[in-house]
């Protein structure tokens, strides 16, 4: 059966308890036809319904009464008898489930305040209803007006028999869902944006995930549970180059060491003792583990915190996502407001820390002690680290080489496939003696492109060549003829004005009406100054902007001509040709106000007229991203040329201790992270003359 040819999914929306009683239903079916009886095809629904397997949502709603927006209380399952479920979701769940708990006293006040949509699909099998569920699970964390997921389990199914129809078939659901109700299911190109769809845990992952995932899984149980030798802390380095599904990874692995291990993320802050009471080495097998997800940026703390919310995982806005250094002061003995770092105090059981290579080295104003990941090995019995050194961006992350050694042998393991644990060796650093391994993924998932743009992107974001840029023709399903991959756009524009209008054609969303890709946007190297806290009194607008204008003769420059009116033009951005004028992200005020910190930077429309950098776009990705290469990328005799007098980031050109210059390898690190931020296209223009006239000679060969 060809894939056009596919069954439609049948959706019925009723009250919750409705379910229980067949008969009423087939009489609601018969009334709302006009007491006609029931046709062959409608008792073909039914039984697909009834007797077959089925997914169903329950959801309950309430209005906010700050936004007016409703608000819901969802639950996920799969069955194989559909009124056998609900019986026991009502007559049992209720009794020992607080998910079930609310539903049950939503009901009693109101027997229609609780309803559910049963799927149903004349190709359903066992494995199809839990992809399904799965699916279900990962779109609805990314709609907004949900509050409270409830499931608690991954269900990604391997190979089967209907498998590759899968992807129709949830698309045919999702589709009829979204025109039954749109708040409660947005359009897919909307959920797909979603920075919490991008950092779920319902992700399938890939053979070489799965390794990983079960092999750690294996060495924490056997750990967790080995009291002689409790005093040994672990180091799991997750390694891989941007886009090869580390951060996917690392939200599955979480959620299943929550789900599965006896873990109890939150800490109560109510209780002045509770670190002593919580983390205290008891014996018990009752006592419930802690785990704890460590991220760099505001925006992503948040957005795991969301996640955890959602999926009930923990009480409040904080508890188990910090910035390493509030883990670190957290489980430290207090000296005032703030912890000591060479002093700790109590230990968690597991610590996953999302791009390890940005914790410091070296102390810093928020930061007191010598070195984040010693101190965080002395805090938690096993510290699992994605690591990613070509992600090092400053001179404070940057490690000494001989230790740098000692963490990553350079003597490559052949013998170890991507995603196997390595055998744990000692490491005797900072004077103390840990156990540490490593996993590795190599498949690339961010780029949906072939491996000879990958390796173009590759080899110009290591700064080793611009060479010929290939042109990447996409796949084609042999049945239909339709792209299962659109072609990777690489495209170089001869003005930066006309770049960022092509990507923002790309930022609307075709939910919206106008033929776009969504969560687009232009970032550019940090080689224009910025300082937000504080106004830029050299410019009349007040704001710190990348700003660039073009001569008689067509060539760019950074600033503006003399004589030309500066500043950003809200009313109309890109209105002059020639000159080039955007603030940096967290600039453009709407009444009155910046975008919050903790907000994902990339996902608000507001943000669509300014320029991100690694601050804001770092760790998440876009659709489409338009790069703006500044003065610090330049090329000269055939190479590329990193030069630190043209950047602005101080902390990626200051030496460290004044002697040791990082420069190079962190422009470098720079431009890697920016260059790969695109799934499906990206778009460039570089300052420097000679860069950008390579560029249009690699595009015309």
């Given at each position: ?8 999914p ?5 009250p ?14 018969s009334?709302?036809c006009?007491?006609?009886?029931l046709s062959v ?8 319904l ?21 608000e ?16 026991q979701?009502?007559?049992n ?22 309803w559910q949509?049963?799927?149903g ?11 399904v ?7 609805l ?7 409270t ?9 391997g ?11 949830f698309?045919?659901i999702?589709l009829?869902l ?6 409660l ?8 944006d ?13 053979e ?10 294996s060495?924490l149980s ?5 009291t002689d030798n409790?005093?040994?802390s ?22 299943r ?13 109510e209780?002045?003792?509770i670190l002593?009471?919580v983390l205290?080495?008891?014996r018990g097998?009752s006592?419930?583990r ?5 991220v ?16 009930g995982?923990q009480k ?5 996502a ?13 000296a005032?407001?703030?912890g000591?770092?060479?002093r700790?105090r ?9 791009e ?30 994605v ?5 090092i961006?400053?001179?404070?992350q940057r490690?000494?080489e001989?230790?740098l ?10 013998d170890?496939r991507?995603?196997?644990?390595e ?6 650093m900072w004077?103390?003696?840990y ?7 190599t ?8 491996e ?9 974001a ?8 290939p042109?990447d023709l ?5 049945q239909?003829?339709k ?5 990777f ?6 003005s ?11 930022a ?8 776009g ?15 937000g806290?504080?106004a830029?009194d050299?410019?009349p607008?007040g704001l710190?902007?990348?700003e ?20 950003y ?5 890109d209105?002059n040709?020639d ?7 967290y ?15 990339a ?6 007229n ?5 601050f804001?776009?770092q760790?998440f990705?876009?659709?489409?991203v ?9 090329y ?12 602005r ?9 004044g002697?040791?210059s990082y420069a ?6 720079e431009?890697?992270v920016?260059?790969k931020?695109?799934?499906h296209?990206l778009?460039l223009f570089?300052?420097?003359?000679e860069?950008?006239n390579?560029l249009?000679k690699?595009?015309?060969?």
């Amino acid at each position: 059966m060809t894939k056009s040819a596919l069954p439609k999914p049948i959706i019925m929306h009723l009250p919750y308890q409705s379910i229980e009683n067949r008969v009423e239903i087939e009489k609601a079916l018969s009334e709302s036809c006009g007491d006609v009886p029931l046709s062959v095809v409608e008792r073909s629904m039914l039984h697909y319904l009834f007797d077959y397997p089925t997914v169903y949502v329950v959801h309950s709603e309430k209005r906010n009464k700050d936004t007016g927006c409703f608000e819901y209380t969802v639950y996920v399952g799969e069955t194989n008898n559909i009124h056998n479920r609900a019986m026991q979701h009502l007559r049992n769940d209720s009794k020992i489930r607080d998910d079930w708990k609310e539903f049950h006293k939503r009901l009693q006040k109101n027997p229609r305040s609780v309803w559910q949509y049963v799927i149903g699909n004349a190709h359903f099998n066992k494995s199809l209803t839990l992809d399904v569920e799965n699916r279900l699970m990962h779109y609805l964390l990314g709609s907004n007006s949900v509050k409270t997921l409830n499931n608690r389990r991954t269900n990604a199914q391997g190979d089967y028999y209907t498998q590759d129809e899968f992807e129709q078939i949830f698309s045919d659901i999702w589709l009829e869902l979204n025109h039954q109700d749109p708040e409660l299911f947005p359009a897919e190109e909307i959920i797909r944006d979603s920075a919490l769809f991008k950092a779920s845990p319902f992700h399938q992952l890939s053979e070489d995930q799965l390794v990983a995932e079960e092999s750690i899984m294996s060495v924490l149980s056997d750990v967790l549970s080995d009291t002689d030798n409790a005093d040994t802390s672990r180091l799991i380095f997750l390694q891989g180059a941007a886009g090869t599904g580390k951060t996917v990874l690392f939200s599955h692995l979480f959620y299943r060491i929550v789900t599965e291990m006896n873990v109890d993320g939150y800490l109560d802050e109510e209780d002045e003792d509770i670190l002593e009471n919580v983390l205290a080495q008891t014996r018990g097998k009752s006592r419930r583990r802690k785990a704890y997800i460590l991220v760099n940026h505001e925006q992503q703390v948040h957005v795991y915190n969301q996640i955890a919310i959602k999926l009930g995982l923990q009480k409040g806005n904080d508890g188990i996502a910090f910035k390493p250094s509030q883990f670190i002061n957290q489980f430290s003995e207090k000296a005032g407001n703030r912890g000591i770092p060479d002093r700790p105090r109590g230990k968690a059981d597991v610590v996953l820390v999302d791009e390890a290579h940005l914790l410091l080295t070296q102390g810093n104003q928020g930061y007191s002690g010598k070195n984040m990941l010693h101190d965080l090995l002395r805090r938690a019995k096993v510290v699992i680290a994605v690591f990613d050194p070509n992600q090092i961006l400053q001179t404070s992350q940057r490690w000494d080489e001989k230790e740098l050694r000692k963490l990553f042998p350079q003597k490559e393991r052949v013998d170890i496939r991507d995603g196997q644990l390595e055998q744990f060796m000692p490491l005797d650093m900072w004077g103390e003696r840990y156990l540490f391994s490593h996993v590795r993924l190599t498949k690339q998932f961010r780029i949906a492109a072939d491996e000879a743009t990958m390796q173009w992107i590759d080899d110009f974001a290591d700064g080793k060549s611009v060479g010929s840029i290939p042109k990447d023709l996409g796949e084609k399903d042999r049945q239909t003829g339709k792209y299962i991959r659109d072609p990777f756009e690489i495209k170089i524009f001869d003005s930066p004005v006309e770049l960022f209008k092509a990507i923002k054609e790309k930022a609307y969303l075709k939910a919206a009406g106008v033929d776009g890709c969504g969560l687009s946007r232009v970032v550019a190297t940090y080689d224009w100054k910025y300082n937000g806290n504080k106004a830029n009194d050299s410019s009349p607008d007040g704001l710190w902007n990348v700003e660039m204008y073009r001569d008689k003769q067509g060539t760019w420059h950074m600033g503006s001509a003399p004589g030309v009116q500066r500043g950003y033009d809200a009313s109309n951005p890109d209105g002059n040709p020639d000159y080039f004028c955007h603030p940096w992200n967290y600039e453009i005020k709407v009444n009155e106000k910046t975008l919050s910190s903790n907000e994902v930077w990339a996902e608000n429309p507001r943000t669509l007229n300014e320029v991100g950098s690694t601050f804001s776009i770092q760790g998440f990705d876009l659709n489409y991203v338009g790069v703006i290469i500044g003065p610090s990328v330049t090329y000269r005799n055939g190479e590329i040329v990193f030069d630190e007098k043209g950047s602005r980031n101080r902390s990626a050109v200051v030496k460290r201790n004044g002697l040791v210059s990082y420069a190079q390898s962190n422009l470098r690190n720079e431009l890697n992270v920016l260059l790969k931020r695109g799934v499906h296209g990206l778009y460039l223009f570089a300052v420097d003359p000679e860069l950008q006239n390579a560029l249009k000679k690699a595009v015309s060969k």
